[in-house]
């Protein structure tokens, strides 16, 4: 889905959509934030969850901009299992 879109969008340069992750991820820490307690103020509709998704979007994005239509393949499949495992390792 979020290919089909990035597809679609006016394409923005690898430096404006890094700006835009710092943006979201700015706008998650303030909902998690608010729903910590840390900060006494109304949430916004999206809260965490939809915050938390517009992280997702923006980095699916950026990785739309380097991989292309590679993104929907089994290398691509394969270097993220791998990157996964990694991260589980870690827990161990």
């Known amino acids: 889905m979020i290919t089909d879109v990035a597809r679609r969008v006016r394409p923005a340069t690898r430096d404006g ?10 706008e998650l820490a303030t909902e998690i934030n608010i729903a910590d307690g840390t900060k006494k ?3 916004s509709p ?6 938390g998704i517009d992280v997702l979007v923006v980095i699916a994005d950026i990785l739309y901009g380097e991989f292309g239509e590679e993104i929907h ?3 691509f499949a394969d270097q993220l299992q791998s990157k996964l495992n990694k991260w589980e390792s870690k827990c161990k």
């Not at 959509?17 to 700015?26: A, I, R, Y």
């Not at 999206?46 to 915050?51: C, K, L, M, T």
């Open 73 to 75: 393949s089994q290398a």
């Open 41 to 43: 103020r109304e949430p």
């Open 46 to 51: 999206d809260g965490v969850r939809g915050e």
């Open 17 to 26: 959509k890094f700006k835009s992750l710092v943006e979201e991820v700015g």
